[in-house]
């Protein structure tokens, strides 16, 4: 088993940025690729940004690609987000999420672990 906690989120203004950090326990994060997720109120939770193991490869939606930067502190067991020139779109409850396949995945039933999420809001 793998736990994952978000933090980080909270109220941000359009053109603002911030940090979202989601700490892993349990098993061994190694060998686990990760993925950043987002479900906006009355939407289908979807792709964000996605990073191997461990951490060459990194893949985003072209809805925040240029904007977001997925990232990875293998010694502290650490993946974060980081978004710049926010948007009122971007706002969503943002979720981790982890797979036992060290490649990129997009796709939510790729993924064996989740997080609790972190809410993030852009105000207009």
């Known amino acids: 088993q793998v736990q994952l906690v978000e933090s980080g989120g909270g109220l941000v203004q359009t053109g603002g940025s911030v940090r979202i950090s989601c700490a892993a326990s349990g098993r061994s994060f190694s060998r686990y690729a990760m993925g950043w997720f987002r479900q906006a109120l009355g939407k289908e939770r979807e792709f964000v940004a996605a990073?191997?193991?461990?951490?060459?490869?990194?893949y985003y939606a072209d809805s925040v690609k240029g904007r977001f930067i997925i990232s990875r502190d293998n010694a502290k067991n650490t993946v974060y987000l980081q978004m710049n020139s926010l948007k009122p779109e971007d706002t969503a409850v943002y979720y981790c999420?982890?797979?036992?396949?060290?490649?990129?995945?997009?796709?939510?039933?790729?993924?064996?672990?989740w997080g609790q999420g972190t809410q993030v809001t852009v105000s207009s």
């Open positions: 999420a982890a797979r036992g396949n060290l490649g990129l995945g997009t796709v939510v039933g790729q993924y064996d672990y």
């Open positions: 990073i191997s193991w461990p951490g060459g490869s990194t």
